[in-house]
């Protein structure tokens, strides 16, 4: 059985204080500096004049301080399960200056969202929880609804491949990399929990899933092994 909602959420309240860190926050994602600072430029260069952007699943706020260097104009709106990420998030971004930041507790796949309210959307390590196929397409479509005409999306995440020879391939080079972090006592402390969390989806399906739910453009930022960064145009 995989976690539930509540058992994700108390994991994510206790580690509040390495989420908080630029460098300790993505250790366990491959290129998670690179990721981010290619996603910030993705969304500036695409919404130049943006002026509200949603982070979902933002936990402790790197990926919205990244886009408030490049966008300065922007109101933030976070999203999360943890309500100590949350808080933490606020405080972060208030420290940056007089910017506009809506916090809301709660579950994407359970959460309201206003209609074309977001120029950009951003998601990080977060879509990797949504279960079955009806969820998936459930929350595609809902962030599709919320940006404006011409707004993007951009995500950074986990991500399974189709054919299992490679995906045992992806999965080795991964654990070569968390051993070489932390050592195998990390590696496999990693590998738990994402046996017990996660359930992500292949590249090429999310690719084809923000085409079906109507974005005009998608796009790939980065791949390297089991992580990509990718997104799409209304």
């Not at 580690?15 to 998670?32: P, Y």
């Not at 962030?143 to 992806?170: C, F, N, Q, R, T």
């Not at 590696?187 to 109507?214: C, K, M, N």
Request: overall charge negative; aromatic content about 8%.
């Amino acid at each position: 059985m995989k976690s539930t909602v509540d058992q994700i959420r108390q994991r994510f309240d206790q580690d509040v204080e390495r989420f908080s860190n630029f460098e300790t926050g993505q250790s366990a994602t491959i290129d998670a500096p690179l990721v981010m600072d290619l996603i910030a430029r993705a969304a500036a260069a695409t919404n130049p004049q943006a002026t509200h952007a949603l982070d979902v699943g933002c936990g402790a706020g790197n990926y919205a301080l990244k886009l408030l260097q490049l966008l300065p104009r922007l109101g933030i709106d976070l999203l999360d399960l943890s309500g100590p990420m949350l808080s933490r998030a606020a405080e972060r971004i208030a420290a940056t200056g007089p910017t506009e930041v809506v916090t809301c507790e709660g579950d994407v796949r359970d959460v309201s969202l206003t209609p074309e309210r977001y120029d950009v959307i951003v998601s990080a390590a977060t879509l990797h929880h949504l279960r079955g196929d009806d969820e998936w397409e459930s929350v595609f479509a809902k962030l599709y609804a919320a940006l404006k005409p011409g707004g993007s999306i951009w995500i950074s995440d986990l991500v399974e491949h189709s054919i299992p020879a490679v995906h045992a391939l992806m999965w080795e080079r991964y654990g070569e990399y968390l051993r070489e972090l932390g050592g195998a006592a990390y590696r496999d402390h990693v590998f738990s929990y994402i046996e017990q969390e996660d359930t992500p989806r292949p590249l090429t399906y999310q690719l084809d899933l923000l085409r079906a739910v109507g974005f005009r453009t998608v796009d790939v930022l980065h791949k390297n092994g089991s992580f990509a960064a990718f997104g799409g145009v209304k």
